[in-house]
């Protein structure tokens, strides 16, 4: 992940990430015979050590703090940083690779589904009413574009102000659904 | 553009879009040194004709269509389509090219000036207001993650879910705004 978020797909392959790893091109070849495979792995894996590790952590807003805006940074977090931006690399490449393509939707559906998950808890939301749906998986949108929006610039300050405004929007529209 | 979206950086280069064109690959790097030169000369062309046909249409939502979320499909449809998917490869591309990355930066904050005035401009709001900036910036957050999740399949359906709720919280924001 670190190999792509710093070099790009085209210089990361199992040979470059075997000699960054310290290990032989033949074991690494033997247990990832091509890149697809040795980034897939990767990606999953990093991914559901993410994901477990915000988990264990969601039932915990810091004494005080707000908890909407709490989750907003938790739920940003997932797309920002190094993992993101490995991810955005492989779905790039995904874009005009049809094998590639057919490896990744399954995995975006998986994670799709995780974060939605993730996020209902952080809220501490009904997930299953439709209402909500729109409104969380909204959120998980916008969460995307400001990840998308820090690649290339850091983008802390407009977000959080972004943040700010979005928690207090998504307060008022929860507690319209509770009523 | 489309050869960007269709086949990605790499396999987009000066020969390859000088043999699409029909033209002379000495021709084309006559006017286009570098892949570089040729890419964001296209994309900057590109983007702004997209924005100046937008701002065009910008005074007439359909009659007896919602305002609010008329604009927000004229606003996702900034970060969907071939313009978007080539932008995506050369943003991505720019994350571990420094030199491209520094011809990309002055024409992202360009392009993200343009966005925010357009938006303002759809949905007829003070722009000058903070509290504005913050609502109708997170709205392109917004747009632009929507455009993400739809490079790999197609979302449309999930999109327009997400889109009718995010305008029904923009009526209401805005509403308070203006109070």
Chains 1, 2 share one sequence.
Do not use: C
């Amino acid at each position: 992940m670190a190999s792509l978020a710093e070099s790009g797909w085209t210089r990361t392959t199992v040979a470059t990430v075997a000699a960054r790893a310290g290990v032989s091109r033949g074991a690494a070849q033997h247990h990832f015979p091509t890149r697809g495979d040795l980034v897939m792995a990767a990606l999953k894996h990093m991914t559901k050590v993410r994901l477990a590790g915000l988990r264990t952590g969601q039932a915990v807003p810091p004494e005080g703090s707000d908890r909407t805006r709490w989750a907003l940074d938790q739920l940003v977090g997932l797309y920002t940083g190094t993992l993101f931006t490995a991810a955005l690399h492989v779905w790039t490449e995904a874009a005009v690779d049809a094998g590639l393509r057919a490896q990744v939707i399954p995995l975006e559906r998986t994670l799709a589904w995780a974060a939605y998950r993730l996020a209902v808890a952080l809220l501490d939301v009904d997930g299953e009413d439709p209402r909500v749906r729109a409104i969380v998986s909204g959120t998980l949108d916008l969460a995307r574009g400001l990840g998308l929006a820090n690649v290339l610039t850091d983008d802390a300050m407009r977000r959080s102000r972004v943040l700010d405004a979005w928690a207090e929007q998504l307060d008022q529209a929860l507690a319209r659904l509770r009523d």
